[in-house]
């Protein structure tokens, strides 16, 4: 296994998106599309559904570590039979400041970091100290940066192209919050960057609500009447295609039911991905603020310490579709959060998750794919 991820984390994003992906995906993305089909023994190709759309496995890489087409063909390559295509807005947005990835070490016994963890608000060691991949926990801060849309939706088009029998390019996009913007204009951004997204080609959408947008540590998914009128909207503007809302984690079935109710019982939405990062305050080893920067205080942790969070929001979700009357034809559920090894994968299927995926366990384990297959397929 290669010591470098195919994120390069010691690296500026802009480095990244240029010459990347690096470690065990360099080259990847240069390969024909036939070279690494599918040969798991068992499983039949596409035999899984995945929100209309037949996949190899549900499984894959969410939002964020796949910069642009390089990145997601190399995804697919390596045996990911989903590939999310980072979050692109309508228009250009820069990046954080480097650096965009720092290693946490949760002092908790089990090492996990949920929402009420004391660290989050009295300060969670973060340094360049990266654990093994088995149980590597990190912070990301870039602010979620677009290219303009001249530039991501050849590529993204480019990327749908890429996908081999039984895979699938999953799009995100989400939309941009700037000053002196009225709801109504809000709302119409997230409607032309999905139907930018659309002109690509792109199968199944899923739109960000839980990245800081919404001014300091509010999330636009702590608004589900907003969520509701935004994916009314955009539901309007895509017709059949299916879409999926990204959510932060929740702490009760209340919060969960609600969003439900704005979202996907109104139809307007076919599924939540959930969860994304949980925010923490980052510390040096010196008590001082670890990230440089205004804002920057607080940054979202992944990874092996947000697993026990993941897996109680995913199965909250579960039960509240459930108590709906619902079925994961009505509210399909994308479990993410601390997945590193495919027993992650069958603990979240086994809670009933229409598919799994990995950021930070695929970023410092490239087979992951590959073994999530393996153990299909056995
Ligand atoms: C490098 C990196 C960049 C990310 N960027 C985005 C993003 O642009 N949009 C998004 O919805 N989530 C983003 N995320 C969050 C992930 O999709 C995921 O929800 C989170 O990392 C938890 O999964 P994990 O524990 O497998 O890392 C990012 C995560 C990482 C590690």
Known sequence: MSATQFYD?????????????????AGLDKTPRSSKSYTGENTAQGS???????????????????????????????????????????????????????????????????????ETIQGLLAD??????????????FGVPSQDPDVWQPDMKKAIEQAGEGQLL???????????????????????????????????LEMNTSCPNEGKGRLLCHNPELVGKITEAVKNEIGDIPLIIKLAYMADDQSVETMMRYTAVRQSVQGFATINTISAKLIDKNGNQALPGVGRETSGVCGAAIKKAGLDMVERVIRVQRSL???????GVIAVGGVTSAADYVLYRQLGATA???????????????QVREIIAH
């Open 48 to 118: 899984f559904d995945f929100f209309r759309q037949k996949v190899n496995t549900p499984f894959g890489i969410p939002a964020g570590p796949l910069l642009n087409e390089h990145f997601t063909t190399a995804a697919f390559r390596a045996g990911f039979d989903i590939a999310t295509y980072k979050t692109v807005r309508s228009r250009a947005w820069g990046c954080n400041p480097f650096p965009n990835v720092l290693s946490v070490h949760p002092t908790s016994a089990d090492g996990s970091l949920t929402a009420n963890s004391p």
């Open 170 to 204: 999953l799009a995100s996009f989400q939309g941009s919050r700037t000053a002196d913007m009225t709801e109504e204009e809000y709302i119409a951004d997230h409607v032309t960057a999905a139907r930018l997204v659309v002109e690509t080609g792109a199968k199944v």
């Open 128 to 141: 360049t100290n990266f654990g093994e991949p088995s149980d590597i926990s990190i912070s990301n801060s």
């Open 356 to 370: 799994v995926m990995s950021a930070t366990g695929a970023m410092w384990n490239a087979q992951l794919g590959e």
């Open 9 to 25: 984390v010691k690296l500026t994003y802009e480095d990244n998106y240029e010459r990347g992906p690096f470690g065990d995906f």
């Open 325 to 331: 009357g619902m079925n994961d034809k009505d509210c």
